[in-house]
């Protein structure tokens, strides 16, 4: 772990600089708004190691996959979220010194993300090698009222001289992803024009054909009042386009150059019409100004946190914790757009490629069905529904037939773009994370609707595929399911995953459940769904059943436990706590080849399903199970600790929920895993969420209701949260007193509390 980052309610705060945590500081000082986003990187000029990140929403390439051979099947490219034109460049020169924090020196230092109105402040005094003294501040937002605008505020003082400085304001088109496999520019210059204090840049993605058209503004104050630079000259060259001039310091006199930026897609705007448009939104800006684009930004802030929010009193850094995971979240993703979706590192880093993963359906879908209107998840299962047909395509490749449908395990558009055998190929049950979503969705909103109007028809298609995928043993007399990657990542091609076999069986029971409630309540839409996808009800259905019944589910009679898979207990078992120091993180210290005859686990596997359908077992088999398994656990996916804290709430191992929750909250904060530099762990995010509310709080829903079965840390001295639910919103309260809820808005409400049942009303 890092911990050197200063401990705050509503903000992260970073006090001195040390290059070696620069980029893991990058990551975390990141800004969105869910149209784009912007890693910490530095206005100014930066000669040491640094990842360099500006991304907009929905604009990806697809990078030719880097392995010398391919299977029928096997995607030809890996889908990469771009790192995009670049707009916050001030680079500062004075009497022919650069100012560079790699070669000056540095006095003091600070950063700050204020999450409570998404300003990214960073206040630095250095000494150039001509012996200058400088101080500078910088404010930054990408706002959340107006999603193409970027803001900053550049403020220079000269602290023991007067003279000259010279800028440099861009547009750097000429970029590159740290991740291209070939060291391939992505981009290719379509224009780029200079007026007044503006230029303007639109570079066209290879292959995909995106483009994107980024300018920039200006304005210069000086002593509180506008003025016009000197000596103003165009530095132009493929790609780039820059304004440079001089400006006049005085002695401990304020500088400020304010630098608008409007970042524009052909996702959303005519192509014809980009220029214009971007000049528009230019214009916008410099009319409105810095402080009142900051109002707006700020006050949207606000109604989100109104909306979102969790306290916590007692325990700064577990607040500090849930709070950066929801900034995070909700500058990532806002729901408006269902032709977009939630990359692994959203605005924060190039990793994973920025794609969708299941991640999406089992761990941010419930966060957004608690924290906003039922729409934003209804959109992130309208961008599966409507990937539909490439799911059935890719399940083609594969050799499946007759509709069945293979959802990717990541996608931009719907195909496969994952580039590794064992994922691509074995880890199969993301498809079951997608019908849990449709499931999840239903059970928490009660629109049945959506499974008329798309719901079933996704189902029908995974069920199929689960149909074909699995095979009849002759010697065990059942079902199995051979050759998969459960989600345990550390052991691949393994026979009988139970967690993979298990939501695979649920996936059949449910879709026949869905397909009975949809006859009986909108017969004409079934007949017309039955004949889109030619459904044999008769044929299908039978064989949904036989499998169904006869299903394999590896289990250890001994331990009454449920098996990984087959095999698993030929490993040699032993905790994690027997393991050094010197081989954590496995992955990077380790061989794979170790990893994968080891009994280590990367996260919940087993788990993962008895946290899905913990209505599904009594609490002794989810507490043997949790006994076995977790010690072995290595937690080193992101997606680890929140199931597992989760699961301990509800078995009353309260320090070890503790434990799990603050690994998640602060598991880019204080870089537990040793990877944060390459971008913060944005799905997972939502787990810290969930940690509380699910694990803490004891939320659930049966048959329509609300229950909550609570808890208070004992390392604080209470919690609260907000609940969007059907139409209403609640706020749950939880200290040494016990649990207090109110209804805040909407109609009457029953709930339980601990058994017992409360009606909420208004007051």
């Not at 079902?479 to 967690?499: A, S």
């Not at 996936?507 to 397909?515: C, G």
């Not at 604080?716 to 969007?724: A, I, N, P, T």
Request: glycine share 6%; aromatic share 12%.
């Amino acid at each position: 772990m890092k911990q050197y980052l200063k401990h705050d309610p509503w903000q992260i705060i970073e006090e001195g600089f040390n290059p070696q945590v620069n980029k893991i500081s990058e990551s975390i000082f990141s800004i969105g708004n869910g149209h784009m986003g912007q890693r910490g990187n530095f206005e100014e000029a930066y000669s040491g190691e640094s990842l360099q990140g500006t991304y907009v929403a929905g604009v990806y390439y697809p990078d030719k996959t880097r392995v010398g051979w391919w299977k029928n099947g096997y995607p030809e490219y890996f889908a990469k979220v771009l790192n995009a034109p670049s707009w916050i460049g001030i680079r500062v020169n004075i009497e022919n010194h650069e100012l560079n924090l790699a070669t000056a020196r540095i006095e003091s230092f600070n950063r700050t993300l204020n999450m409570r109105t998404g300003l990214l402040t960073r206040r630095f005094v250095v000494i150039l090698a001509n012996g200058k003294k400088l101080e500078v501040e910088s404010k930054r937002f990408c706002s959340m009222a107006q999603g193409e605008v970027g803001a900053i505020s550049y403020t220079l003082t000269a602290l023991n001289f007067s003279g000259l400085a010279e800028l440099t304001l861009d547009v750097d088109a000429d970029i590159i992803n740290e991740d291209s496999n070939y060291q391939e520019k992505f981009w290719d210059e379509v224009s780029k024009d200079s007026f007044d204090q503006s230029v303007i840049v639109t570079a066209q993605t290879k292959k995909t054909h995106f483009l994107v058209t980024t300018g920039m503004s200006y304005q210069v104050q000086s002593d509180g009042k506008l003025i016009t630079p000197e000596n103003i000259r165009v530095n132009m060259r493929e790609k780039y386009a820059a304004h440079v001039f001089q400006v006049q310091l005085q002695q401990h006199k304020a500088v400020t150059i304010y630098k608008y930026a409007a970042v524009l897609s052909s996702l959303n705007h005519p192509q014809e019409k980009l220029t214009e448009r971007c000049r528009a939104v230019l214009d916008g800006a410099l009319h409105v100004g810095f402080d009142e684009l900051f109002k707006a930004h700020a006050y949207t802030w606000q109604r989100k946190w109104e909306e979102c929010d969790i306290t916590i009193e007692g325990d700064v850094a577990a607040q500090q914790g849930i709070r950066f995971n929801i900034f995070q979240l909700t500058q990532t993703y806002t729901g408006n757009d269902e032709r977009l979706n939630i990359g692994p590192k959203g605005f924060t880093g190039e990793k994973y490629g920025g794609s969708t993963y299941w991640d999406t359906e089992a761990y941010c879908i419930p966060f957004f069905l608690g924290t906003a209107p039922p729409r934003v998840a209804q959109n992130l299962l309208m961008y599966r529904y409507k990937h539909l047909a490439k799911a059935i395509e890719n399940a083609g490749k594969l050799g499946f037939t007759d509709g069945a449908a293979l959802y990717p395990m990541v996608t931009m558009n719907g195909e496969e773009c994952h580039n590794e055998w064992e994922i691509t190929f074995e880890e199969i049950h993301r498809n079951g994370a997608i019908a849990y979503a449709i499931y999840d969705y239903v059970r928490y909103t009660g629109d049945e609707g959506y499974l008329a109007d798309y719901g079933l028809e996704v189902l029908i298609g995974i069920s199929r595929f689960w149909s074909q995928r699995i095979n009849w043993s002759d010697d065990k007399k059942k079902y199995v399911m051979l050759g998969v990657t459960g989600p345990n990542e550390y052991e691949n091609n393994v026979n009988n995953n139970w967690y993979t076999n298990y939501i695979a069986v649920w996936t059949l029971r449910y879709t026949m459940e869905v397909l009975n409630h949809v006859k009986s309540t909108s017969a004409e839409k079934w007949k017309a769904l039955q004949k889109k996808v030619v459904f044999s009800e008769t044929a299908e259905l039978a064989r949904w059943n036989d499998i169904m019944a006869n299903m394999y589910f590896p289990y250890d009679k001994t331990r009454e436990i449920f098996l990984q898979q087959d095999g698993f207990l030929d490993k040699e078992l032993f905790p994690v706590s027997k393991l050094t120091e010197q081989d954590r993180p496995l992955n990077q210290k380790w061989s794979w080849d170790r990893i994968l005859r080891s009994c280590f686990i990367k996260q919940a596997d087993v788990l993962q399903g008895l946290y899905f359908f913990e209505d599904h077992f009594t609490e002794d088999e989810i507490r043997r199970n949790f006994d076995f398994y977790e010690p072995m656990t290595v937690h080193e996916s992101s997606l680890s600790p929140c199931v597992h804290s989760i699961l301990a709430s509800r078995l009353g191992y309260h320090d070890k929920a503790y434990e799990m929750y603050l690994r998640t909250s602060r598991l880019d904060l204080d870089d537990y895993n040793n990877d944060t530099e390459d971008g913060c762990h944005i799905t997972s995010m939502a787990g810290t969420w969930m940690s509380i509310v699910k694990g803490f709080g004891g939320m659930r829903v049966h048959n329509g209701k609300l229950h909550f079965n609570p808890f208070l840390p004992r390392q604080w001295k209470s919690y609260s949260f907000r609940l969007e639910f059907r139409n209403r919103i609640i706020k749950v309260t939880v200290n040494n007193e016990g649990t207090d809820v109110k209804l805040i808005a909407g109609e009457h409400l029953t709930i339980l509390v601990n058994g017992n049942e409360r009606k909420l009303g208004l007051i």
